[in-house]
């Protein structure tokens, strides 16, 4: 039987997560997270040690599996009247996607597209600097953004792995992918994303009682990058 208690210690919900390996997979719009991703989907080793978790946008293109309620659509469309719902959507989506990962391990290794982390430190936080949140929806979200957290400890990776690309690079890639709702994202846009990302795993100015703290425990180059060529740059940052 759970006690309300419980919730504070992630090993009490489920055991097995003590033994598992969490990773986030981060990077700006259209660095190539899902082509990360689908490599290792195309591997029979790692598909068997790895338990691997997409981003819903499947999800926010259809609420409720609807495609007339297309909430990222919504989003690009009038970004100022839908910023607040639509970040509250993707918190409250990838929460359970990533409670429901902890609770059923299916593997070693858990692989996730993104966190909540980066939701709150880089997408939040770039909507309400661009005045899309009001500075009452702003507070809104992070008058609940810690608490929630406090009590879901299990939702805070081992480590995170960040795929490092210029902003033009991510533009190019954006373009030739070409997802209707991203008509509206420009260049400048992506570089107020990179510059967040940069802030937090290159710098480590991010503040510690929003995102887990830790050093970067390893970088390692999969091509050049940052200066506008094909591959990405890796960085792995430890979670906890
Ligand atoms: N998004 C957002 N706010 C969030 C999370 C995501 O505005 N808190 C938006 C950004 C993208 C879309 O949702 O328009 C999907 O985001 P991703 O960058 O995670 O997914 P991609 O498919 O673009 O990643 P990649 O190209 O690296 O595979």
Redesign the pocket.
């Known amino acids: 039987e759970m006690k309300a208690n419980d919730c504070a210690s992630p090993t009490s919900i489920c055991p097995e997560i003590s033994n598992r390996v969490s990773f986030a997979v981060e ?1 700006n ?7 990360f991703l689908e490599l290792i989907k195309s591997d029979e080793t790692l598909t068997r040690l790895v338990d691997l978790h997409e ?1 819903p ?1 499947a999800q ?1 293109q259809a609420v409720g599996g609807n495609p007339k309620h297309n909430m ?1 659509n919504a ?1 690009y469309s009038d970004s100022t009247r839908h910023a607040y719902t ?2 509250n959507y ?1 918190f409250i989506t990838r929460f359970l996607q990533h409670h429901n990962a902890a609770m059923n391990p299916k593997a070693p290794c858990c692989l996730l ?2 966190s909540v982390f ?2 709150c430190c880089v ?1 939040a936080k770039t909507v309400l600097e661009e005045g899309l949140m009001t500075d009452l929806e702003g507070a809104v979200y992070h008058s609940w953004f810690n608490p929630v957290l406090q009590t879901l400890p299990h939702l805070v990776p081992d480590a995170f792995v960040y795929l490092r690309a210029s902003p033009q690079s991510c533009y190019r ?1 954006l373009c030739i992918r070409s997802r209707t709702e ?1 008509a509206a ?1 420009g260049l400048d846009y992506l570089g107020k994303i990179h510059d967040k990302h940069e802030a937090w795993f290159v710098h480590g100015s991010m503040p510690a009682t929003i995102t887990p703290t830790g050093q970067a425990v390893s970088c390692g180059k999969l091509g050049e990058d940052l200066d506008g060529t094909s591959a990405v740059n890796v960085r792995v940052l430890d979670g906890k």
């Open positions: 990077g719009i259209g660095v190539g997270k899902s082509t981003e946008v926010w990222l989003f639509f970040q993707v597209e993104r980066t939701d997408f890639r991203e994202v």
